[in-house]
Structure formats: structure tokens, C-alpha cells
């Protein structure tokens, strides 16, 4: 349905692009929600389920598979036929496979379920960035997606507490003589934690400002910073992409960034629980912790690139930043690493700290992907993720192998701490992949349609 737009000009610009980011900063909390909720119960699941530790972290993988897999398509999807349609799309794939999750009855049927739930919520941060694209100017680009990543960050934070909260009402409970765990009935009502967001976005986004009808023109001339929303853009490039070294470094960073983050979203209770001793309540307050000061790191970093962009130029503004961050980031996992046998405060500071600082480049990476991409940015942003959630397919049985092989073969004596030098090396190896990184060329179009562009003024 089109919506006739607004005959009211103004001289002030309206703010509907805010009211865009409080709607991809509340879909960044749902999607991490359940990654880290699977996390939390990962000891009753498999309990209930038979299932070993090393067996369960192909659960884990299984997801990353499919989410690296449909990441480029889902993302094409997007720059074809516009973010709105898509997402709408993953959302509800996300309500139904959240649920399906609490029905699983064994390794299979989850490995299943949640292969098709990484395929189904594919492309929803490519999207976000393609929806950035259109609807924030260059000067806003780093802090919208810091943002968004700040809300991911603290969904995953909340996620244990919640998972706990939602499972309590079903222990004990029985339906038709059996007893249902409580995970499996807190896995069916995050699903309906979708259902208003899903209604509520596709009846009122829309995929440009120009489309809505609350964008006064004052607001959409300060978005598109002069130019015209309206000029049909060349056809994408695969030459230009794939032959682009900025490109295939900062895909390369994010693999190595997925594969030490993924600690936070795979093994950090058990390192809590097992190396560091923390239990009940502590524990529980403990494992979101790192989360959501990485939260912290993705607002600060957002605000901190865009500022540097305008101090250092496009080329240091955004690469300076991940350079920093992700040294910092390994030099606190190393860190931690040595300090878990003798002082737990300590090694529990530094992997807050770790998460914290890494996180400041995030909004420098996603911001790189639209600078690159330009209109082709969801696409561009697909790719980068598809390489960095392969990292998150690999990682979590590498590691289950590192503490098993480290001394960890049964499941009560395994130590995680181990697992803290393979992390804080791939931060370091993430570190020097931003030396070669170039935000300042867009890659996606073939030679002659970016001297067009440019000499139009599209392209600065």
C-alpha cells in the first residue's frame, strides 16, 4: 500500500530516523536473545537430551553454518527488493524457530531446528546497515550502527536472567503424565516476543524517507546530503567486489573478530563455572556482564568513529579504531588467561574488558561496509558476515577439542581457561587485518560507472 507523502515542509528537520533506529535497536535485542539463551541452558538441554558437551557445541555450529551461508543472499535480497520486506520476513522466521526449539527431542531434531534458524534469520544486520544506508547521512553512519550493536550486546545480557525467568512457571509441570523441562516452554514464549515487533514495523516502516510520510523534506535533503534518492543506480559489480582487497581483509577481520567473540556466546559460563568457581545468583549476573559492557563499547565506539572520520579522514577515522580495539581486546584474553588459578576478580575484569574495548570497533566495521557498498551495502555487509560467522561454525567444536585434549574429557573436571589463548589470538590477528583496510573506495561498481558517478557527484 502506498502512503501518500506529507505536503508539510518545515524548516527544521523532523526525526523520524531516530524513530528507524529505536525499531533496528529493538530487533538487534530480539535476534541475541536467543543465541545466548541456548548458552544459559545448555547443561539442562543436555541433560534432558542425552546429549555430550562436544556433540553440543555442533548445535552451536550448526547455526553459524546456516547463518554464514544465507547471510550474501538474504543481504542481495535487501539492496533488490528493500530492507522492509526482508526483515519482515526473518522476524517471523525468528518467532517459529525460537519455538520449535523447546520441541526438539534429541541431537537431530535440534541440529535441524537450529540450521534452519540460522537460515532463517540470515541477513538481518545486513539489512539493518542497507536500511542505514538510506535512511542516515555519512555523518550519522558509525553512531546509528553502534547503536544497533549496543542493543544486540545488552539483549545477550539480559538473556540469561530471562531464560531463567521464563523457564521458572514450567518446572515441575506436567502435561498429559509427562514432566516438561523448563527450557523447553521458556524457548516457546521468547518466540512470542516477535509477534508485536513484526506487526508493528511492517505496517509502519518504510524503506526510504522519501516513502514515509512523517519525513518532512527538510529532514530527507539532510539525509541524502544533496543527493537525489531518485537516480537509478549502475548495476552491481561481482568483478569489483571480489577482486577488492579491502574487501577480503575486512572480511578476514571479522572471521577472526567472530572467533574470539564467540567466547562470550559459547563457553563463558563454563569458564565462570568451572575455572573461576562463581555459582547461583553471581554466576548468573556474571555471564551477562561481559555483554552488556560490550554494549557500552558499541555506543562509545558508534559516537567515536564518526567523530574520528572527521578529525583523520575516512581512511584512519575507521581503521585506527580497529586497530586499537581488537590489540587491546587479545592483549585482556591473554591477560585473563594468566590470572584465572590466582586471582578471579582479576581474570573476570579483564574478559569484561576485553569485550568492552573489541566492541568499540563495531561501529567502525558496519560503518565500513556502507562506505564501501554504497547502494549495494547490504549486499557488501552479507559477505563480511558470511566469512565471520564461519568463524563462529569452526570455533565452538575447535574449542570443545582444546579443553578436551587440555586435560578436559570429563565434563565436571574441564577447564575453559585454556580456550583464552586461542581467543585473544584471533583479536590480535583481527588488529593487523585493519592495516589493509581502505573505507574511502567503493567497490561494488565496474570502472566506468564509478568515473560517472563521481563526476555526478554521487560518489565523494
Given amino acids: 500500500m502506498n502512503i501518500p507523502l506529507s505536503p508539510v515542509l518545515a524548516t527544521e528537520p523532523t526525526r523520524v530516523r531516530y524513530r528507524v533506529l529505536a525499531w533496528f535497536c529493538t530487533l538487534s535485542m530480539i535476534t541475541y536473545i536467543d543465541r545466548v539463551c541456548i548458552m544459559q541452558v545448555q547443561g539442562d538441554m543436555q541433560r534432558d537430551l542425552g546429549i555430550s558437551r562436544t556433540d553440543f557445541s555442533w548445535v552451536f555450529s550448526a547455526f553459524a553454518l546456516a547463518y554464514a551461508a544465507f547471510e550474501v543472499p538474504t543481504g542481495w535480497l535487501g539492496d533488490r527488493f528493500g530492507p522492509r520486506k526482508v526483515l519482515t520476513r526473518i522476524v517471523l522466521c525468528w518467532l517459529l524457530f525460537t519455538s520449535l526449539t523447546g520441541f526438539a527431542m534429541g541431537l537431530i531434531s535440534l541440529l535441524v531446528v537450529r540450521f534452519l534458524f540460522g537460515a532463517g534469520e540470515a541477513g538481518a544486520y545486513p539489512n539493518m546497515a542497507r536500511a542505514a544506508k538510506n535512511w542516515f547521512p555519512f555523518r550519522e553512519r558509525g553512531r546509528a550502527q553502534g547503536l544497533i550493536w549496543t542493543f544486540g550486546r545488552w539483549g545477550g545480557a539480559l538473556a540469561p536472567a530471562l531464560i531463567i525467568a521464563l523457564a521458572y512457571p514450567f518446572q515441575h509441570y506436567t502435561w498429559f503424565g509427562f514432566d516438561i523441562p523448563g527450557w523447553r516452554g521458556a524457548f516457546v514464549l521468547l518466540g512470542v516476543l516477535g509477534i508485536l515487533w513484526v506487526i508493528g514495523f511492517s505496517i509502519w516502516y518504510r524503506d ?95 559516537l567515536f568513529t564518526d567523530r574520528m572520520v572527521h578529525v583523520l579522514g575516512r581512511r584512519w577515522g575507521r581503521t585506527l579504531q580497529g586497530i586499537v580495539a581488537y590489540a587491546l581486546g587479545g592483549v585482556c584474553f591473554l591477560m585473563s588467561y594468566l590470572l584465572a588459578n590466582d586471582n578471579i576478580v582479576l581474570a573476570f575484569a579483564c574478559i569484561c574488558v576485553a569485550s568492552m574495548v573489541k566492541d568499540c570497533a563495531m561501529g567502525a566495521s558496519w560503518a565500513t561496509t556502507i562506505d564501501i557498498g554504497h547502494r549495494y551495502s547490504g549486499t557488501v555487509a552479507g559477505l563480511m ?70 563526476a555526478q557527484g554521487i560518489l565523494k
Fill in 208 to 302: 526510504t524517507p522519501r516513502e514515509h510520510p512523517a519525513a518532512n523534506e527538510v529532514e530527507r535533503q539532510f539525509i541524502e546530503e544533496g543527493v537525489s534518492g531518485s537516480t537509478k543506480p549502475p548495476p552491481i559489480s561481482w568483478k569489483a567486489i571480489l577482486s577488492s582487497r579491502t574487501l577480503w581483509c575486512l572480511s578476514f577481520m571479522y572471521f577472526c573478530s567472530n572467533a574470539g567473540w564467540s567466547f562470550f556466546i559459547t563457553y563463558v559460563t563454563p569458564f565462570l563455572s568451572q575455572d573461576l568457581g562463581l555459582e547461583g545468583g553471581v554466576l548468573l549476573l556474571a555471564a551477562g556482564m561481559p555483554l552488556f559492557l560490550g554494549g557500552v563499547g558499541c555506543f562509545v565506539g558508534g
Fill in 385 to 454: 558476515n558470511t566469512v565471520g560467522n564461519l568463524a563462529t561454525f569452526f570455533a565452538a567444536p575447535l574449542v570443545a577439542w582444546i579443553v578436551y585434549f587440555a586435560g578436559g574429557q570429563d565434563d565436571a573436571d574441564a577447564k575453559y581457561a585454556v580456550s583464552l589463548i586461542f581467543y585473544g589470538c584471533m583479536f590480535m590477528v583481527a588488529a593487523l587485518c585493519w592495516f589493509f583496510i581502505d573505507p574511502r573506495r567503493v567497490i561494488v561498481y565496474a570502472p566506468e560507472d564509478e568515473a560517472r558517478l563521481k
